[in-house]
C-alpha cells in the first residue's frame, strides 16, 4: 500500500498525492513566543516531525514551513500574549520574543525535532498580511470599522466551517462569543486592529496605525513560501477552530484557489488524566521534561500513540518508554560491537537478511497507513527481538550482514523516528569516555585474568557509583549508562 | 580613573556617560546572512562582546541590539547577497537566510558570544524602513527618480562625512564611484530600489514594488529598539564609510536628534598578513577555527590585541594563545581542587587577599582605558603568577581564601573576558570523565605506593593515548585534555 494519510478536510484517509512529484510543500502552525514551550508543544511537533522525516525518507524533497507567532496573538480577553509576556517580564516585547524563540528552538533541537526550512516570523511579514487584508476589503469579504478595525465577513464566506465543521448559524447562538458591537456577525473575525500610541507592538496601514489579527499571519507565510495552494497543513487539532477555519476563509476568498490540500492534524496531551494548567499544578514544561527524562524517551514515549489521538503524560508511561527505548539501544550497541570485531566480509548473508527485510517491510505498512507509529514501532520489536536472537545464538557473523541490519535501525529506528542516535557513545561524552572505560575494562580484565575476583568487583561497584553498568557476556563485556532521571 | 572610550566622532577619548545613569543601549551591525560566518566576523564580535560583558561587569544594564541583514545588503556589482545566495545554493532566499543565521548563532555561542538581547531582522522591519524614508522625502533629504528608485540627497545634510572624514566634494572626483545617471550627485545613496516581479525579495511601498537600501535598516532597527539618541554604536571599522556615515546622515537628517553618542569601531583581521579571500587561499570560517582551535584560544588571541587595532592571524599566534589559556586553566583547575580539599574557614585570610587585590585593580584600571584588553590580560597573567606561588608554596590555605581567589578568576577571566569557563571539567566530558579519570589515577596511585612503577607508567602512557595528560605534583597528580588540534 502506498501512504495514505486522514485528511480532516475530507475526514477520511486519502492516498497522498503531492501536487509536484517528489516534492512536498508543508505548512505548521507554530508556537506563540510568550513562554517556554509545555508538553502539548513536544506532542504536536515531534509527531510532525516524524511525518517530515517519513516524507524525506520516501523520496519526498519536503519544504516545510512553520511561523513563529511573535504579535497579534490575542487571548480572549483582549489582551496580546507577546505584551502580556513583556508586562510580566518588564521588558521590551522583542526581547521577550527573542528569548523564548531561543527557548524554542533549543527544546527542538534537543527533542531531535529537525528545524523547518523556513520560520517566519509574524512580526516580520506586516507588510504581506497588509496585502492580504487589501485584497479581502476590494474583493468584499472584509469591512472597516469606524473605530479602524478590519474584519472578516465570514457570511460572504459560504464555506466557513469546512474544515471544523462548525456552523456560522450555530456561532449566532453561541454563549461563549462575546458579541461585540462593530462585528456585523458575532463569528467575524479581526484582520487589523487599531492601536493606539502606548499600544508598544504597531505599524502603520492604510487603516491608521495598528496590528494584524493572528489568523492572517499564517495565511500570509504559507502562500509567501509555498504558494497559494500547497500539499500539507499541519498543527494540533485544538486549533482547528476558529484558527485554521479562520486561514481557509482567507485564503480562498482572496485567491480563489484551494489552500492546503490535505490536513493533518494532532490529538492534544494531558498530564494525569487532566488538561495541563498552570493553577492545576501539573504543567510541564519540556525543559522540566528533559530534566527527568531523555529526549528519546519523551519522543518515544509520543510516538507510542498515534499522531491523530490524545496522550496522557504519565510518569510510569515514560518510564516505560524509557526502559524501551534503552532495550533497542543495548541491541544496538551490542551490534556495532559486534560489527568492530567482526572478520570484513564484502557482501551480506542473505538468508540473514530475508529473515531481517520483513520487518522492514512492516515499518512501512504501518507508517503507510496514515503514519502510523505505534505499529510501526512493534515492528521495530519484532525486529529487534530477531537481531537478539541472532548475536546471541553462537554462529559467526559477517560484516556485511551486521552492517546490513545496523543500516536497518539507523534508517527506521533513526532517521524516520529519531530514537536511536547514530552515535550511541556521543550521548555520554564520546570518545573519551568510551576510551577511558576501556582502559578500565582492561585493567578489570587483568584482575580476573589473575583470579582476583575481589578488585575485580571493586572497579565494577565503583564504575557503577558513578553511573556505567558493566554486563558481562560471553563474547566479552559492555557497558551502558544509567538514566539516573529515569 | 572611570570609563574612558574612544569615540570616532571625536576622534578621542571621552569619559563614558550613558545618556541614563546606569543603563546603557548599544547597537552593533550585525551580519549579512548570506554565507558562513569567517574569522573577521569573529574578531569584530568577540570585541563587542567583551565590552558589552565590561559594561555590564561595571553594574550596568546593557541593552544590546544587533541586526541580521537578510536583504538589501548590494554589491558593488548592484547584486544582493542574499540573491547571490540563494542562486548558488538554488534555494528560496529565505531558506538561505534561515540557514546562515543559524549558522551565525551557533558560531557565536561556540565563541561564547553572549546573545544580543534583541536580533531584529532586516526583512522583518519593512514597515519601519518605509516610514523612514517618507520622513526623509517630506524633509528635503530625499529625492525620488523616475524609475521609482529612492536617493538619500548627501547635499542637504552639510554634516554628511563627520565620521569618517570623507568630503561629499572629494568623492565628486572619486574614481570608484560609479556614476549612475537616475542620482543628483555620485555620493547619493539608495533608500528604496525598485524590484521588478521576477525580483524574488521585494514589498510594496508608495514607491511600488521593490527594497530598502542596506544603510536604512540600521537606523530603523536602532531607533525603534533604543530611542532616536542611543549610547553606543560598535560594530567593524571597514563600515565606517559609507554605511556608518550613511545611518548617521538618515537618522539625524529625519529626526533632528544626535543619533549614537560614542562610535566604537574595531580594527580588521588578516590572515598570514594579508586581508581574507576566498581566491587566496587564506579564507577561514569560524567554523574551520573551532576545528582547529579552542574557543578560549580563539578569544584570547582576538582579546591580545586591543580591539581598535587590527590583528593577525597566523597559526603560531593562535598556538600560543592557546598555551597562554591553558597556563590559566591549569592554575584555577589546580586552585579549585585544593578548594575542595581544604579545611572549611570561613573568611579569607586578610594577609593573601591584599596580595591578589591589586591585580584586580590593575584589570579594571586597563579596561577603563577604552578596554584595553592586552594590559587586562597581563594584569590576569600577573595573578596567575602569585596564585602558582601561593598554591606550590608549602603553607596551609583555607577555603575562604581560595575561594575569594578563584571568585577573581571567575569575575575577569570568566565573566569579562570569558576565556575561564566556570566549568573546567564540562569542555571534555563533564562528570563523568572526571569520575573514571579518578578510578584510574586510583589505580595508579596503589600500583605507586605498591613500587610497581611499570604499571604505574604503562597507565601514564595509556591515559597520554587517548589525550589526557597527568602531571604528577607535591599535591598529588592533575590532569588536563591536550588540544590535539593545536
Not at 412 to 421: A, C, D, H
Request: hydrophobic fraction near 35%; glycine fraction near 8%; charge should be negative.
Amino acid at each position: 500500500m502506498k501512504l495514505h494519510v486522514y485528511n480532516y478536510l475530507t475526514r477520511q484517509k486519502e492516498p497522498f498525492k503531492p501536487l509536484e512529484r517528489g516534492q512536498v510543500t508543508m505548512y505548521t502552525c507554530g508556537p506563540t513566543v510568550y513562554d517556554h514551550p509545555h508538553l502539548g508543544h513536544a506532542k504536536t511537533y515531534v509527531a510532525m516531525d516524524v511525518i517530515v522525516r517519513y516524507l524525506r525518507y520516501l523520496g519526498n524533497q519536503v519544504r516545510y514551513v512553520q511561523n513563529i507567532t511573535d504579535v497579534g496573538h490575542i487571548l480572549d480577553t483582549g489582551e496580546d500574549r507577546i505584551l502580556k509576556g513583556a508586562r510580566r517580564e518588564r521588558s521590551e516585547p522583542m526581547e521577550v520574543v527573542e528569548t523564548y524563540t531561543r527557548s524554542y528552538f533549543e527544546d527542538m533541537d534537543a527533542l531531535g525535532v529537525v528545524r523547518p526550512n523556513i520560520s517566519p516570523r509574524a512580526s516580520g511579514h506586516i507588510p504581506e498580511q497588509i496585502e492580504w487584508i487589501k485584497m479581502l476589503l476590494e474583493k468584499g469579504y472584509a469591512y472597516e470599522t469606524p473605530t479602524g478595525d478590519v474584519y472578516f465577513s465570514v457570511e460572504q464566506f459560504p464555506e466557513y466551517g469546512k474544515l471544523s465543521g462548525q456552523k456560522v448559524e450555530e456561532q449566532e447562538a453561541g454563549a461563549r462569543v462575546t458579541i461585540r458591537e462593530e462585528k456585523r456577525h458575532p463569528a467575524d473575525f479581526a484582520l487589523w486592529k487599531r492601536a493606539e500610541p502606548e499600544h508598544i507592538l504597531r505599524w502603520p496601514s492604510p487603516w491608521g496605525w495598528g496590528y494584524p489579527g493572528w489568523h492572517i499571519e499564517c495565511t500570509a507565510m504559507a502562500t509567501k513560501y509555498l504558494g497559494e495552494t500547497f500539499d500539507i497543513h499541519g498543527g494540533g487539532l485544538d486549533n482547528i477552530f476558529p484558527h485554521n477555519e479562520c486561514e481557509i476563509a482567507q485564503a480562498e476568498a482572496a485567491t480563489g484557489q484551494s489552500f492546503a490540500r490535505y490536513w493533518l492534524l494532532t490529538g492534544s496531551l494531558t498530564v494525569d488524566g487532566v488538561k495541563m494548567g498552570k493553577s492545576l499544578g501539573n504543567f510541564l514544561t519540556i525543559k522540566d521534561a528533559l530534566n527527568l527524562y531523555t529526549p528519546e524517551a519523551i519522543r518515544f514515549f509520543i510516538l507510542s500513540s498515534h499522531y491523530r489521538s490524545p496522550v496522557d503524560f504519565r510518569r510510569d508511561a515514560v518510564l516505560a518508554a524509557e526502559r524501551g527505548v534503552e532495550r533497542l539501544h543495548n541491541t544496538v550497541r551490542m551490534l556495532r560491537k559486534r560489527m568492530e570485531d567482526a572478520m570484513p566480509s564484502g557482501t551480506a548473508d542473505l538468508s540473514y537478511i530475508a529473515e531481517i527485510d520483513p520487518h522492514r517491510d512492516a515499518f512501512i505498512e504501518a507508517m503507510n497507513d496514515d503514519f502510523n507509529t505505534p505499529q510501526a514501532i512493534a515492528a521495530l520489536f519484532d525486529l529487534n527481538k530477531e537481531v537478539n536472537s541472532l548475536l546471541t545464538a553462537d554462529q559467526p557473523l559477517g560484516r556485511g550482514t551486521l552492517s546490513a541490519i545496523d543500516g536497518l535501525y539507523r534508517d527506521l529506528g533513526g532517521k524516520v523516528l529519531g530514537i536511536i542516535p547514530d552515535d550511541l557513545t556521543q550521548n555520554v561524552g564520546g570518545e573519551l569516555v568510551t576510551g577511558l572505560i576501556e582502559i578500565i575494562l582492561d585493567i578489570r580484565q587483568r584482575y580476573r585474568d589473575a583470579k582476583d575476583w575481589e578488585e575485580a568487583d571493586r572497579l565494577r561497584h565503583q564504575l557503577a557509583q558513578i553511573g556505567i553498568e558493566v554486563d558481562d557476556r560471553p563474547e566479552g563485556p559492555t557497558w551502558h549508562v544509567e538514566h539516573r532521571g529515569g
